[in-house]
Structure formats: structure tokens, C-alpha cells
């Protein structure tokens, strides 16, 4: 290559490398995530909070989890998805170049037609008063269109404007554009031609004159509409146009014809021939780089989520709060451990071990003087803690030399050091403006050019290592290292804990507040003191190691643990008490991995500066918001279960009018709950209660399925909600539906049984003797299934393979001459066949007995598998073990676990079985990390279910006996990314449960 290529190629990385300094985080999903296509054509928010978009093969639905596809094999019309809509009934139209599709929830319809083949402009359908479909198209002449749809076929009834063929170099500028107004029925119609108009009932009337061009018009998720005309905003008012003031929009902005508006009126859209997305705020204009290719539409969501979509896929950014310093060739360096600002407003990033870079005007400049201004000639590591003095003099922590300062111009050594030693943390004293410095060797003062050390170990501990200062209220120095805090006062030095001050943990992060209280963080939490006492911040996040602290303001603080970052409300807690924690994570823009050491940095601009692992990061406070719109929700599906343990959803129409007969076995009802966050669909939370049944709702979790059994013929109303990521619940929803009675429990029925008992006693001793051949029938009959019950547990007890293998694993110890081993589980089999054998008439046990049985048949089981699972059989003192339960209730599930569910794992299994004792009930709980039901159908190891079916049979007919019955609920165990960790079953035996009726037969 030759030296002006060179020097050419240099020049194009050069504004590469600019140009990926900072950024916003977007999440990219493409064909690999689900969807469709990658060329997005349109954007559009349904009722429901589904996210539709449109793309050259078709149309996808996201719910912030999962993408659903629709093409032409589904029933579109033509593959090219022009826009989207939604009608007053949900129904979602998709308009495409070959005509109308309408989903109306569970298939499409579509309504081809010629007409929209040869148009110029294809816009959303409309649907105004009367639930009646317009479509506006623009003509080959450049004419707006109107056709009506009447379900089946296409009728022009409106035409707008005079002939005004378009020539090239008139085409964007005098292109109609329309947008339709729902709350005044009102068509507003535009181009650089005829200006605006508005359009009711088929009369137009002019609001604004011709323009050099009309770009687009947009409904803000504020209800507001608004306009693009002539490099300028404007918002629409009835028949009037109101212009947004701003400074710095370039003229002819709107290249692609798309813009959007947030709940706070903030405009946003795309530079024309640039890669800048342009925010407008309250007149000020902001801009940020998008390296992710022409945007083609935009849309906020009602959460205010940005959606792009783009030659290259869909991309979400859920807050422009966090801005992303990512490590790049010729951008900011790695493992950035210290953060700080010179008095010129230039950012200073020390690195742990390539040194120091300045950021100023979006580009990354190595600082390679301070070593020769130091006479310094080594490598420095940086390490966390700097300062900014009031002076504008940076402090930089450093191994070797301790500490740097930085006058804006030249580099200095801070402490003067003939020992290795390192700087871990700078303090400025508010009063004096003396600088403290924790080391490796203890603390040092700077102070007029003196410089003063203590020899100190913090809490007398073994290290001198100081990870934080700071200074109180009555003029102590606080000295924290990781295990211990010492105290500094009138050249004292005291060690905590002692009598007034009982606080025996170390100091990773000191704050004083706007109140002078101090804030400690470190392994154990965050603590409180307010020269009283110590006081533990209780919060599930707080509960782990504390990195940094960092107040906002007065009312708030921003607090970085080993995993997380939060927001603490400091204002609440001093009001109320009450611990008010923020999470701020993917939902809000932060996607780093583990904040540093004493990483926060405040700038001169308000920005916080955070270092992790993997990046550093500007917050922006005044952006960080709880999402206050909580997820759409809505019944999913409704499914039953048949006798085969099979949920059968039901069809569509029956699901809205919900009045279900049960079949003979279907005693099983399950309601699919979805809630839409297309933010965190993650951290939705689920709650539902069935009036009449359940005593109060469900405890809040992330299981969206609400599981009933038994439930009897009647009326119900089944309350649900659910609420966002940050604990945002939606509105109560309702579902109501019917259980009709089987024949014979119909009223009817019961009259004409009564009629019929009237008739016997009338007839006498006909009647009678009828009545007792029918007793004695049902008495035999009762007798029959009795045998029948007794001869099936029999079979059920043990599988003919367990007891062979059994023999052949003891065998196999006695040919090893493991005679001890041999002789125990030999006893152990023994002691399964003679709880079979004996009393095998009676269909139930003391819980002791089938507990023992239980345990038998696992150590049997883990002679045989070695160490392939473990189990554990957890039993308080206060379960009374004499009670009667059901032969085998424990032992069907904890055989199914095993078999179905730890056998096929590559991985030691385990299997847990608890005994609670609740309230009015034994409840049993068997819980294994198997591979789950869904995997065990996959490998067809699941068996044939005769155990539960026989185990259901009988307790059928033991609950028949009874007001309270026995009951189970199996629940699939999943993970945050959907994968099967288990199974879960809850087992219920009401107190007082009676099987005498069983027992009298026996």
C-alpha cells in the first residue's frame, strides 16, 4: 500500500474509532431472537401491549419475550407489511401491498385486492365512528384516497386534492401525509403542495399554507399530535398550529419521514445523512450516535421505550440515563479503576495498568507525561478513589509513588514515599480543604505543603490497608479498612469497636450526608450511624458486599453492591423509616457487570461516573425514573386437564364465554395470566384470587398460571393483576366463568329423586324392597371397587424391576464381599417386601410407616446409583406421625422424581421431601432438580401414570367422604431463561381427614 493509502485508511479509522467512544445501549434482535425479517417496515403498539412489527416477509407480535410470526402461509395477503392498526374489538389490521389482513386473536383473514399495487403511499387503516375500516392511499396522481372496507370487498369514497403528478425532483416535498385523529374524527392531510388540511366529515378546510415540505406527522405517547414542516415541530390543537421553540435543528431533517414523541413531550428523530439520533427538549437539543444503520421507523412505547427499526433489525432502548464507556481499539482503555475530572472539564480515566487517558471532545488522548514530569519512568497501575479538590487540583491514587496531583497543566508527586506504597482513596477535609489519603502504609495528611502519616491498622486490625475516609460532625476522622475503622481525633487515634461505639466490621465505603450522618457499606450491608447508634439497612439487595457510595442531592443515593446498582431514597427512609431501594438494571440502561471499589465520581456537569468491570458508565439522575405504567394483563389461555394429565386449552370463542361441563375425569382447571412489559418482561410479578374459594391472593411471584382443582359446580370470579419490575401493579382484572353441573347434580335431578322417594314410600313395601336390592347392589358395588382399590395398590406398591435389580445390586456387594453393605440393604429390601405383605388390604398407613417405606426404597435406590442422587426427608417434631394417610402418597411421587426426573440428568440429582405442618393440614412437598416433566415426555421416559392414577382413584374415593379434600399440585420448575430445573408437588391432607367409611368396608 502506498504512504497516501495508508495515511487515507488511517483517516477512516480515525473517525471509526470517534464514533464508537460513548454510546447508549441498545438491545438488537434480529432473526436469531425470533424475528421475522430484518428489514422492518413498520411499528405499532397494540391494546394489549404487543409489540407488531412489520417487515418485507411478513408481520411478528413481541411480547418482550417471545416473537410470533404471521406471513402468507398464515393468510396475508402479500409478504410486504405497509402498516398497522388496531380496532375498537382488538382485532390488529395489517395492511400490505396486496391488500386488507385482519388477526382477530387466534387466525388472520386476509381480503386481497388490485388497488394497492400501483399507489405511491399506503397509510395505517383507520377506523372511525361505528367500528367502520377506511383506508387512505395516494393515487398515481398524487390524490388522497379514501377506501371504505365493508368486510369484504373495497369502495372509493373520498378523494382530496387536484391532480399533481409528481416530478423527481418535486417528489419529497410535495408527497401527501395524513395522520387521523380518533378523539375529533378529524383526517389531517398534508404536503409541501397544498399545506395542511383538516378533514371532517368529507369537508376539508386549510390550517396552514403551502411549505417547502410537509415531512411527517406523529401521536406522542403524551395524546399530543404533532408535525414535521419545514426543519421545525409543531403541535396540533383543533385547527391550529402551535410551533415548538428550538435552536439547532438542520434543515431537511426528516429523511426517512419518522419521528416520535415520549410521555414528556421529548421529540425524537434522526439527522438527515447522519448517524445521530436528535432528542428535543424544552428547546434544548440533544444528540447521540446510532452505528446500527438507516433508521426506518421509530416508535415510544407507553413504558417509553425507544424502538428502532432499521435495514439491520428491531432495537429497544429502555433509558438514555446510562451512557456506555466500552472498551475499543482507539477508545477508552480496560479495566478502568479510577474516574475524575481537571479543572478544564476534561474526564481523567486511570487505568489499572495502561495508565492514564483524558477524554475531551468525544476522542480518548493518552497522557504519557505525568511520568516524565514525575521522573517517574515505570508503569503506574491507577487505582480507585480519586479527587477533585476545590482548588480544581486532581488527585490521582497510584501504586509505587502513592499519589499524583494534577494541576490542569503539569503532574506532580503528591506524598513524598521512600517505600513501595499505594494509594486506595483521597479525601478532602470540607473545613480546611487538607487532603487524606488511605494507603498501604496507613494515613497521610497533605496540608500547606506538610505532609503528616500515621502509622495506623484500621480496628487494630492485622492490615494498614485504607480503603475509605471520611469526616463527621464532630471533627473525627473516620479510618475504614476491610475489616476494621479506626478514629482520628486531636492526633488520637481510638479503635471500634469500644463501649460507646460497638461497631466491630470494617469500612469498604464511608458517606457523610446532607445531615452529617455517615454511611457505611461493606461485606456484611449498608449501615447507618447517627451518633447514637449503628443501624443495618434491611433490603434482600443489601444483604451483600457494599462497593460504593454516592449521595444525589439531598434526597437520594446512589449505592453500588458486588452485583448491583441502586438507588436508595434517603429522603424516605428519614421521613417514614421505610428502605425504598431502586434497582437500576437492564430495565433502566445499566447492563454492566460489577460496580468498583469507591467507583462513583460526581462531574462539575451533575453526570455520576461509575466504574466496572467491564465498562464505564455516565448516569444521568434526572433520567432515572421507576417505570410508573404497569404491564397490560390479560387471561391467556384456560386449559383442562384430562385423564391423561394432558392440559387441553380451550377454543377461542369458548374461552369468552366461559361455561365449562366437566368431563368425567377433567377436575383440573388451569388459567394462563400474561402480562406485556416490553421493558423487563423478566421482573413481572403475578397475583391472582378466586373469590369463594381462596382466602386471600396469592403471594406475589413470577409463576403466571393459576391452578384449581376440584372446584365445583357454580359461579366464579377469578381476580388477577400484575405488576412491573418495579413493583408498578395493574388494575384488578375479572374473569368470570360457570361450572355446570353433571346431570345428576342438577336440581332436576334432585326433585325427581325426591318425587321418586315420595313414590316409594306411597308404594310401600314395593318400594322397600326395591330400595334395599339397590342398597345391597351399591353395597356390593362399593365392595367391588374396594377389592378393586386394594388389588391396584397391591400392583402399585413396587415395580417387579426395582426388586430385581435390587437383588442383583446385593449380590453383587456379596460376590465383592462387602458382607456389612449386603447384610444393610438386604434388610432394608426386606423390610419393603414385608411392609407389602402385610396388612395389604388396607388402603392407608400411619405417616410413619410410609416415611419408613420411603426411606427404604431411596437408600436402596442410592445403594444401587451410588452417588448419581442424594435425597433429604426433613420432618418437625410437631407432625404427628401416627396419622393416617393414604398407602403410597409419598412414595408414587418420590418414584416418579427419581425415575423420570434424576435418572436422566448428566449431573448429581437431588431430591428433597418436607413435611409442614399448616394450618388445618399436613402439607408434603417432594421437589427434585430433575429435567422436568416437559424433557421427560421428550426422551418418552414419563412413564405410563398409573401410579397417579391409581393413587387419584382412591383418594377420589376417600374425598367423596369428605367436606375438605385431599388434593396435589405439580408445579415445572424453570429459570430466569425458561430452562427446566425440576418438578415441584404439593400434597395437602386436611386435619381430621376420615377414612372410616373405607375402613368399615375393609
Same mark, same amino acid.
Given at each position: 500500500? *502506498?504512504?497516501?493509502?495508508?495515511?487515507?485508511?488511517?483517516?477512516?479509522?480515525?473517525?471509526?474509532?470517534?464514533?464508537?467512544?460513548?454510546?447508549?445501549?441498545?438491545?438488537?434482535?434480529?432473526?436469531?431472537?425470533?424475528?421475522?425479517?430484518?428489514?422492518?417496515?413498520?411499528?405499532?403498539?397494540?391494546?394489549?401491549?404487543?409489540?407488531?412489527? $412489520?417487515?418485507?416477509?411478513?408481520?411478528?407480535?413481541?411480547?418482550?419475550?417471545?416473537?410470533?410470526?404471521?406471513?402468507?402461509?398464515?393468510?396475508?395477503?402479500?409478504?410486504?407489511?405497509?402498516?398497522?392498526?388496531?380496532?375498537?374489538?382488538?382485532?390488529?389490521?395489517?395492511?400490505?401491498?396486496?391488500?386488507?389482513?385482519?388477526?382477530?386473536?387466534?387466525?388472520?383473514?386476509?381480503?386481497?385486492?388490485?388497488?394497492?399495487?400501483?399507489?405511491?403511499?399506503?397509510?395505517?387503516?383507520?377506523?372511525?365512528?361505528?367500528?367502520?375500516?377506511?383506508?387512505?392511499?395516494?393515487?398515481?396522481?398524487?390524490?388522497?384516497?379514501?377506501?371504505?372496507?365493508?368486510?369484504?370487498?373495497?369502495?372509493?369514497?373520498?378523494?382530496?386534492?387536484?391532480?399533481?403528478?409528481?416530478?423527481?425532483?418535486?417528489?419529497?416535498?410535495?408527497?401527501?401525509?395524513?395522520?387521523?385523529?380518533?378523539?375529533?374524527?378529524?383526517?389531517?392531510?398534508?404536503?409541501?403542495?397544498?399545506?395542511?388540511?383538516?378533514?371532517?366529515?368529507?369537508?376539508?378546510?386549510?390550517?396552514?399554507?403551502?411549505?417547502?415540505?410537509?415531512?411527517?406527522?406523529?401521536?406522542?405517547?403524551?395524546?399530543?399530535?404533532?408535525?414535521?414542516?419545514?426543519?421545525?415541530?409543531?403541535?396540533?390543537?383543533?385547527?391550529?398550529?402551535?410551533?415548538?421553540?428550538?435552536?439547532?435543528?438542520?434543515?431537511?431533517?426528516?429523511?426517512?419521514?419518522?419521528?416520535?414523541?415520549?410521555?414528556?413531550?421529548?421529540?425524537?428523530?434522526?439527522?438527515?445523512?447522519?448517524? !445521530?439520533?436528535?432528542?428535543?427538549?424544552?428547546?434544548?437539543?440533544?444528540?447521540?450516535?446510532?452505528?446500527?444503520?438507516?433508521?426506518?421507523?421509530?416508535?415510544?412505547?407507553?413504558?417509553?421505550?425507544?424502538?428502532?427499526?432499521?435495514?439491520?433489525?428491531?432495537?429497544?432502548?429502555?433509558?438514555?440515563?446510562?451512557?456506555?464507556?466500552?472498551?475499543?481499539?482507539?477508545?477508552?482503555?480496560?479495566?478502568?479503576?479510577?474516574?475524575?475530572?481537571?479543572?478544564?472539564?476534561?474526564?481523567?480515566?486511570?487505568?489499572?495498568?495502561?495508565?492514564?487517558?483524558?477524554?475531551?471532545?468525544?476522542?480518548?488522548?493518552?497522557?504519557?507525561?505525568?511520568?516524565?514530569?514525575?521522573?517517574?519512568?515505570?508503569?503506574?497501575?491507577?487505582?480507585?478513589?480519586?479527587?477533585?479538590?476545590?482548588?480544581?487540583?486532581?488527585?490521582?491514587?497510584?501504586?509505587?509513588?502513592?499519589?499524583?496531583?494534577?494541576?490542569?497543566?503539569?503532574?506532580?508527586?503528591?506524598?513524598?514515599?521512600?517505600?513501595?506504597?499505594?494509594?486506595?482513596?483521597?479525601?478532602?477535609?470540607?473545613?480546611?480543604?487538607?487532603?487524606?489519603?488511605?494507603?498501604?502504609?496507613?494515613?497521610?495528611?497533605?496540608?500547606?505543603?506538610?505532609?503528616?502519616?500515621?502509622?495506623?491498622?484500621?480496628?487494630?486490625?492485622?492490615?494498614?490497608?485504607?480503603?475509605?475516609?471520611?469526616?463527621?460532625?464532630?471533627?473525627?476522622?473516620?479510618?475504614?479498612?476491610?475489616?476494621?475503622?479506626?478514629?482520628?481525633?486531636?492526633?488520637?487515634?481510638?479503635?471500634?469497636?469500644?463501649?460507646?461505639?460497638?461497631?466491630?466490621?470494617?469500612?469498604?465505603?464511608?458517606?457523610?450526608?446532607?445531615?452529617?450522618? %455517615?454511611?457505611?457499606?461493606?461485606?456484611?450491608?449498608?449501615?447507618?450511624?447517627?451518633?447514637?447508634?449503628?443501624?443495618?439497612?434491611?433490603?434482600?439487595k443489601l444483604d451483600k458486599l457494599v462497593l460504593s457510595l454516592a449521595m444525589v442531592g439531598d434526597s437520594a443515593m446512589l449505592i453500588g453492591t458486588i452485583s448491583d446498582l441502586l438507588m436508595f431514597n434517603?429522603?424516605?427512609?428519614?421521613?417514614?423509616?421505610?428502605?425504598?431501594?431502586?434497582?437500576?438494571?437492564?430495565?433502566?440502561?445499566?447492563?454492566?457487570?460489577?460496580?468498583?471499589?469507591?467507583?462513583?465520581?460526581?462531574?462539575?456537569?451533575?453526570?455520576?461516573?461509575?466504574?466496572?468491570?467491564?465498562?464505564?458508565?455516565?448516569?444521568?439522575?434526572? @433520567?432515572?425514573?421507576?417505570?410508573?405504567?404497569?404491564?397490560?394483563?390479560?387471561?391467556?389461555?384456560?386449559?383442562?386437564?384430562?385423564?391423561?394429565?394432558?392440559?387441553?386449552?380451550?377454543?377461542?370463542?369458548?374461552?369468552?364465554?366461559?361455561?365449562?361441563?366437566?368431563?368425567?375425569?377433567?377436575?383440573?382447571?388451569?388459567?394462563?395470566?400474561?402480562?406485556?412489559?416490553?421493558?423487563?418482561?423478566?421482573?413481572?410479578?403475578?397475583?391472582?384470587?378466586?373469590?369463594?374459594?381462596? !382466602?386471600?391472593?396469592?403471594?406475589?411471584?413470577?409463576?403466571?398460571?393459576?391452578?384449581?382443582?376440584?372446584?365445583?359446580?357454580?359461579?366464579?370470579?377469578?381476580?388477577?393483576?400484575?405488576?412491573?419490575?418495579? $413493583?408498578?401493579?395493574?388494575?384488578?382484572?375479572?374473569?368470570?366463568?360457570?361450572?355446570?353441573?353433571?346431570?345428576? @347434580?342438577?336440581?332436576?335431578?334432585k326433585v325427581s329423586g325426591i318425587l321418586l322417594a315420595a313414590a316409594i314410600l306411597f308404594f310401600g313395601g314395593v318400594g322397600l324392597t326395591n330400595e334395599r336390592r339397590k342398597k345391597q347392589l351399591a353395597?356390593?358395588?362399593?365392595?367391588? !371397587?374396594?377389592?378393586?382399590?386394594?388389588?391396584?395398590?397391591?400392583?402399585?406398591?413396587?415395580?417387579? #424391576?426395582?426388586?430385581?435389580?435390587?437383588?442383583?445390586?446385593?449380590?453383587?456387594?456379596?460376590?465383592?464381599?462387602? !458382607?456389612?453393605?449386603?447384610?444393610?440393604?438386604?434388610?432394608?429390601?426386606?423390610?419393603?417386601?414385608?411392609?407389602?405383605?402385610?396388612?395389604?388390604?388396607?388402603?392407608?398407613?400411619?405417616?410413619?410407616?410410609?416415611?419408613?417405606?420411603?426411606?427404604?426404597?431411596?437408600?436402596?435406590?442410592?445403594?444401587?446409583?451410588?452417588? #448419581?442422587?442424594?435425597?433429604?426427608?426433613? %420432618?418437625?417434631?410437631?407432625?404427628?406421625?401416627?396419622?393416617?394417610?393414604?398407602?403410597?402418597?409419598?412414595?408414587?411421587?418420590?418414584? *416418579?422424581?427419581?425415575?423420570?426426573?434424576?435418572?436422566?440428568?448428566?449431573?448429581?440429582?437431588?431430591?428433597?421431601?418436607?413435611?409442614?405442618?399448616?394450618?388445618?393440614?399436613?402439607?408434603?412437598?417432594?421437589?427434585?432438580?430433575?429435567?422436568?416433566?416437559?424433557?421427560?415426555?421428550?426422551?418418552?421416559?414419563?412413564?405410563?401414570?398409573?401410579?397417579?392414577?391409581?393413587?387419584?382413584?382412591?383418594?377420589?374415593?376417600?374425598?367423596?367422604?369428605?367436606?375438605?379434600?385431599?388434593?396435589?399440585?405439580?408445579?415445572?420448575?424453570?429459570?430466569?431463561?425458561?430452562?427446566?430445573?425440576?418438578?415441584?408437588?404439593?400434597?395437602?391432607?386436611?386435619?381430621?381427614?376420615?377414612?372410616? #367409611?373405607?375402613?368399615? @368396608?375393609?
Amino acid at each position: 500500500m *502506498n504512504k497516501s493509502g495508508l495515511i487515507a485508511v488511517l483517516i477512516i479509522l480515525l473517525f471509526q474509532l470517534k464514533g464508537t467512544a460513548q454510546e447508549l445501549h441498545y438491545d438488537h434482535f434480529t432473526t436469531r431472537e425470533g424475528l421475522l425479517q430484518m428489514q422492518v417496515t413498520a411499528l405499532f403498539q397494540d391494546s394489549k401491549g404487543h409489540l407488531w412489527v $412489520g417487515t418485507k416477509l411478513g408481520a411478528s407480535r413481541f411480547d418482550g419475550k417471545h416473537f410470533t410470526n404471521f406471513t402468507i402461509q398464515d393468510g396475508l395477503p402479500e409478504s410486504f407489511v405497509d402498516n398497522i392498526s388496531e380496532d375498537s374489538a382488538g382485532r390488529i389490521l395489517l395492511l400490505t401491498r396486496g391488500g386488507l389482513a385482519i388477526y382477530d386473536g387466534s387466525a388472520i383473514s386476509g381480503f386481497p385486492s388490485e388497488i394497492f399495487k400501483s399507489r405511491m403511499s399506503l397509510f395505517p387503516p383507520v377506523v372511525k365512528q361505528g367500528d367502520s375500516i377506511f383506508i387512505y392511499l395516494t393515487n398515481q396522481y398524487n390524490q388522497l384516497e379514501g377506501y371504505y372496507f365493508d368486510g369484504k370487498t373495497y369502495l372509493l369514497m373520498e378523494t382530496y386534492f387536484d391532480p399533481n403528478p409528481l416530478s423527481n425532483d418535486k417528489f419529497a416535498n410535495e408527497l401527501i401525509t395524513i395522520i387521523y385523529d380518533f378523539p375529533s374524527n378529524t383526517l389531517y392531510a398534508g404536503s409541501g403542495k397544498w399545506g395542511i388540511h383538516a378533514i371532517r366529515a368529507g369537508k376539508m378546510k386549510k390550517i396552514a399554507d403551502a411549505f417547502e415540505a410537509v415531512e411527517s406527522f406523529a401521536r406522542g405517547v403524551d395524546g399530543e399530535l404533532y408535525v414535521c414542516f419545514d426543519a421545525q415541530f409543531g403541535r396540533i390543537t383543533g385547527d391550529e398550529i402551535h410551533l415548538i421553540p428550538s435552536e439547532g435543528i438542520p434543515q431537511a431533517l426528516l429523511e426517512n419521514k419518522s419521528f416520535a414523541v415520549d410521555r414528556d413531550g421529548r421529540i425524537i428523530y434522526r439527522e438527515n445523512k447522519n448517524q !445521530k439520533l436528535v432528542i428535543l427538549e424544552k428547546e434544548r437539543v440533544f444528540k447521540e450516535t446510532f452505528d446500527h444503520g438507516i433508521i426506518i421507523e421509530m416508535l415510544v412505547d407507553r413504558e417509553g421505550n425507544l424502538w428502532l427499526g432499521s435495514e439491520k433489525g428491531l432495537f429497544r432502548n429502555t433509558s438514555r440515563a446510562i451512557l456506555n464507556f466500552i472498551p475499543r481499539p482507539g477508545g477508552i482503555s480496560d479495566y478502568i479503576w479510577s474516574v475524575s475530572e481537571d479543572k478544564h472539564g476534561n474526564m481523567l480515566f486511570g487505568a489499572y495498568d495502561k495508565g492514564l487517558q483524558m477524554y475531551h471532545d468525544g476522542q480518548f488522548k493518552s497522557m504519557e507525561r505525568y511520568r516524565s514530569q514525575t521522573n517517574l519512568n515505570i508503569p503506574h497501575q491507577f487505582y480507585m478513589g480519586s479527587l477533585r479538590a476545590k482548588s480544581g487540583d486532581v488527585y490521582l491514587p497510584v501504586t509505587f509513588r502513592t499519589l499524583l496531583r494534577y494541576d490542569g497543566t503539569k503532574f506532580f508527586q503528591a506524598i513524598k514515599s521512600e517505600k513501595f506504597n499505594t494509594a486506595f482513596y483521597v479525601y478532602e477535609d470540607p473545613n480546611d480543604a487538607s487532603i487524606y489519603v488511605g494507603t498501604s502504609l496507613g494515613l497521610f495528611r497533605l496540608l500547606n505543603g506538610v505532609q503528616e502519616h500515621w502509622d495506623v491498622q484500621p480496628g487494630n486490625g492485622k492490615s494498614k490497608s485504607i480503603t475509605s475516609v471520611v469526616k463527621d460532625r464532630s471533627g473525627r476522622i473516620w479510618i475504614a479498612g476491610f475489616n476494621g475503622i479506626s478514629l482520628l481525633q486531636n492526633n488520637e487515634i481510638r479503635h471500634l469497636p469500644y463501649a460507646e461505639m460497638s461497631f466491630p466490621h470494617g469500612g469498604n465505603a464511608l458517606l457523610r450526608d446532607s445531615l452529617d450522618n %455517615i454511611w457505611i457499606g461493606n461485606p456484611q450491608g449498608l449501615f447507618f450511624y447517627n451518633y447514637e447508634s449503628f443501624l443495618k439497612i434491611e433490603h434482600p439487595k443489601l444483604d451483600k458486599l457494599v462497593l460504593s457510595l454516592a449521595m444525589v442531592g439531598d434526597s437520594a443515593m446512589l449505592i453500588g453492591t458486588i452485583s448491583d446498582l441502586l438507588m436508595f431514597n434517603v429522603k424516605t427512609f428519614y421521613q417514614t423509616g421505610e428502605v425504598s431501594i431502586m434497582s437500576i438494571g437492564p430495565d433502566k440502561g445499566y447492563h454492566a457487570i460489577e460496580p468498583g471499589q469507591n467507583g462513583f465520581y460526581r462531574d462539575t456537569k451533575g453526570y455520576y461516573w461509575l466504574t466496572n468491570s467491564d465498562r464505564v458508565v455516565r448516569i444521568d439522575p434526572a @433520567q432515572l425514573h421507576l417505570n410508573t405504567i404497569p404491564p397490560e394483563v390479560y387471561i391467556g389461555t384456560v386449559s383442562l386437564m384430562d385423564e391423561k394429565m394432558n392440559w387441553n386449552p380451550l377454543e377461542r370463542d369458548q374461552m369468552y364465554h366461559p361455561v365449562f361441563y366437566y368431563a368425567k375425569d377433567e377436575k383440573n382447571i388451569r388459567f394462563d395470566i400474561t402480562a406485556v412489559s416490553l421493558r423487563d418482561p423478566d421482573g413481572v410479578t403475578y397475583s391472582h384470587f378466586l373469590e369463594g374459594y381462596d !382466602k386471600g391472593w396469592s403471594s406475589p411471584d413470577h409463576e403466571s398460571d393459576a391452578v384449581y382443582t376440584n372446584l365445583q359446580p357454580g359461579e366464579y370470579s377469578l381476580f388477577y393483576k400484575a405488576a412491573n419490575t418495579d $413493583g408498578v401493579w395493574s388494575k384488578e382484572h375479572v374473569y368470570k366463568f360457570t361450572i355446570k353441573p353433571i346431570f345428576y @347434580q342438577t336440581i332436576w335431578f334432585k326433585v325427581s329423586g325426591i318425587l321418586l322417594a315420595a313414590a316409594i314410600l306411597f308404594f310401600g313395601g314395593v318400594g322397600l324392597t326395591n330400595e334395599r336390592r339397590k342398597k345391597q347392589l351399591a353395597f356390593q358395588e362399593n365392595e367391588r !371397587k374396594i377389592a378393586e382399590f386394594q388389588l391396584l395398590s397391591i400392583k402399585n406398591q413396587i415395580d417387579p #424391576h426395582f426388586t430385581y435389580n435390587a437383588i442383583n445390586s446385593i449380590a453383587a456387594a456379596v460376590l465383592k464381599e462387602e !458382607k456389612n453393605v449386603a447384610y444393610t440393604y438386604f434388610v432394608k429390601l426386606s423390610q419393603l417386601m414385608r411392609s407389602i405383605l402385610q396388612n395389604n388390604d388396607k388402603l392407608t398407613r400411619s405417616l410413619e410407616s410410609e416415611i419408613s417405606f420411603v426411606r427404604d426404597y431411596l437408600d436402596i435406590q442410592h445403594f444401587r446409583f451410588r452417588e #448419581h442422587f442424594s435425597y433429604s426427608i426433613e %420432618i418437625p417434631s410437631t407432625i404427628d406421625m401416627q396419622m393416617e394417610v393414604p398407602r403410597m402418597c409419598i412414595q408414587t411421587f418420590a418414584e *416418579n422424581a427419581l425415575k423420570h426426573g434424576l435418572m436422566h440428568k448428566t449431573s448429581p440429582g437431588f431430591l428433597q421431601i418436607t413435611l409442614l405442618k399448616e394450618q388445618k393440614c399436613l402439607k408434603i412437598c417432594i421437589e427434585d432438580d430433575g429435567i422436568g416433566r416437559a424433557r421427560a415426555l421428550e426422551l418418552k421416559t414419563a412413564g405410563t401414570g398409573m401410579g397417579l392414577n391409581i393413587l387419584q382413584r382412591y383418594t377420589d374415593h376417600f374425598n367423596e367422604q369428605n367436606q375438605k379434600k385431599i388434593s396435589w399440585q405439580i408445579t415445572d420448575l424453570i429459570d430466569d431463561k425458561g430452562h427446566a430445573t425440576g418438578t415441584h408437588v404439593d400434597l395437602i391432607i386436611p386435619d381430621g381427614f376420615s377414612y372410616r #367409611h373405607h375402613l368399615k @368396608q375393609s
